[in-house]
């Protein structure tokens, strides 16, 4: 299946020259789920309310300065690659040409459609995040954003105390609260000494509705729920608790699609530029060295995911690595901090290596504690 009856040539556009002000209008006015920054007619980068959250910038900065490149994708390229490609470059738009020329864009919603009926063979278990990142209200807008910056997630469950979720939190809440904020405060609406943005707490944004899917759910049910409520992921609960045990996001969905059929181990790589010495192939022989060690551990899936932070060290940026595999049995992550990509990288492998062995160690707890007690029920 190709994108060629999925994708639009309807799409939201804007100049390179637009401040970060007028796009986080553009997002408030007409809600898409992201932009296209076009000059000379090609498309030069997206922007999503993502990019808007993490940019440190005034509402002056011009949007080239907060852009994202992502590849344009020919209108006949088919949808695992697509999906691929949203997900390494974490957008929910990919720009579309038609003979080399920008065309129109394609979203992860109308993937997510056209993929509808195939999705009922997965179960919501197989591909939720089961490590789940959450805030209470209590905690500020500040503490929200950086656990969103740092995650590379698109929204927080609100929790209370016994982990029973009261509320979400999303990128798009958070710069929609920015613009608000932004005009009241142009309007004179708050006082100077009002305490500043990132000091008010989560409760000022959060969306007490919560809506919810089970682990035995199928993806497709899912899948339906947030294309009906228009939400872009969904709080995964036990059917006989109340409690967060996951979250399910379209992009995990997406995620999902992009799975390879080939024999060898499918890693996807998010800012892959960030290395210097370290090629995708040996990536994926680390990896398998891994989890070779155990040996019932069936690996359906990795991502990786660099981010550059603006310290430096002898002209090599502090990198932020995490490596998050998906397995059989559950999800195991090791994350790591380096200057470079390729020092983040071995750190985060070490960590994934400790946390592999360490389940290969409960494994093997488990199976003795079967073992005597099966030996006790026969005296």
């Not at 007409?30 to 076009?38: F, K, R, S, T």
């Not at 995964?236 to 995620?255: F, H, N, Q, S």
């Not at 990536?283 to 019932?296: F, P, Q, V």
Request: with cysteine; net charge negative; aromatic share 2%.
């Amino acid at each position: 299946m190709d994108i060629s009856e999925i994708a639009t040539d309807e799409y939201v556009r804007a100049r390179p020259d637009e401040t970060v002000g007028e796009l986080r209008s553009i997002f408030e006015d007409a809600n898409p789920g992201g932009i296209l920054v076009v000059e000379n007619g090609e498309c030069i980068g997206v922007i999503t309310p993502q990019e808007l959250l993490r940019s440190q910038t005034d509402e002056g900065t011009a949007a080239r300065r907060v852009m994202k490149a992502v590849p344009v994708v020919d209108r006949n390229e088919g949808i695992r690659e697509v999906a691929r490609l949203l997900v390494e470059n974490e957008t929910r738009v990919a720009p579309v040409s038609v003979e080399g020329d920008l065309w129109g864009g394609v979203t992860q919603d109308a993937i997510l459609e056209a993929v509808l009926e195939n999705l009922d063979v997965l179960t919501v278990r197989e591909i939720a995040t089961q490590n789940v990142v959450t805030v209470t209200e209590d905690d500020t807008l500040s503490e929200a954003i950086s656990l969103l910056r740092e995650h590379g997630i698109s929204r927080l469950p609100v929790v209370e105390s016994d982990q029973r979720p009261v509320g979400i939190v999303t990128a798009d809440d958070l710069v929609e609260f920015v613009v608000r904020d932004t005009e009241r405060q142009s309007d004179g609406d708050r006082g100077g000494d009002s305490p500043t943005l990132r000091e008010l707490p989560v409760e000022n944004v959060v969306d007490p509705t919560v809506h919810t899917t089970t682990l035995e759910s199928t993806v497709s049910e899912a899948v339906s729920t947030m294309l009906e409520k228009d939400v872009d992921g969904l709080v995964v609960v036990p059917e006989y608790d109340e409690r967060v045990a996951g979250v399910l996001t379209k992009t995990d969905v997406i995620r999902a699609l992009s799975y390879t059929q080939e024999e060898t181990m499918d890693v996807q790589i998010t800012n892959i530029d960030l290395l210097r010495s370290t090629s995708r192939e040996e990536i994926a022989e680390s990896l398998e060295e891994i989890t070779d060690k155990h040996r019932k551990l069936d690996v359906h899936h990795v991502h990786i995911r660099f981010q550059e932070h603006e310290e430096e060290l002898r002209g090599r940026s502090l990198v932020r690595c995490q490596v998050r595999l998906w397995s059989d049995q559950e999800e195991l992550a090791g994350t790591g901090e380096g200057y470079g990509g390729d020092e983040a990288l071995s750190i985060a492998l070490d960590k994934l290596e400790r946390n592999v062995l360490e389940l290969k160690g409960e494994r093997s707890d488990e199976e003795y504690r079967g073992q005597l007690l099966r030996t006790l029920n026969e005296l």
